[in-house]
């Protein structure tokens, strides 16, 4: 299930970048009649312009790196711990096994609830680290088209 999980999330980061990219793509018109050259060279004066003013290059984007997904097991572990500390009880009052069994259910019972709290914790931080890569290349687009409209063309 965890699996699932994290193919889902990295499926959802991957096509959230995509029509961030998408979304972004402008329309831009020379309005004081440049030539087709002439607008290349300044779309590439305003891209270096923009990655100097901002850090990032979309060519190589250093975006925040996704942390990795939550180990499992936590059921597993509860459950270990808890027919240790069980066995330990249940042989003071004379049935270690029992004990055990009742520290194993108690103990995988937490165990679950914690191994879902970290995975919610988890999710969370994959949803900021898309939204600062997305902020982060939203900034570099608003620099370039400042840089466009200044040299004479209509960004839309």
């Known amino acids: ?28 018109f020379p309005e004081k009649g440049q030539s087709p050259e002439q607008q290349e060279l300044d ?8 990655k100097q003013q901002t850090g990032y290059d979309p060519e190589h984007p250093d975006l925040a790196a996704t942390p990795p997904p939550p180990s499992g097991g936590g059921a597993m572990r509860g459950a270990m711990g808890g027919a240790a500390l069980g066995a330990i009880g249940g042989a003071i009052a004379g049935n270690a096994g029992e ?6 259910a108690a103990g995988g019972g937490m165990g679950m609830m914690r191994q879902r709290r970290v995975e919610r914790g988890y999710q969370e931080e994959v949803q900021q680290t898309a939204a600062k890569n997305q902020q982060t290349r939203a900034t570099f687009d608003r620099a370039h088209n400042v840089c466009m409209e200044a040299k004479g063309y209509k960004i839309g």
């Open 1 to 28: 299930m965890r699996t699932y999980l994290v193919l889902g999330l990295a499926l959802g980061l991957g096509m959230l970048l995509h029509v961030s990219h998408l979304s972004a793509q402008t329309f831009v």
């Open 43 to 50: 779309d590439f004066t305003c891209f270096k312009w923009a």
């Open 99 to 104: 004990g055990a069994a009742i520290g194993a």
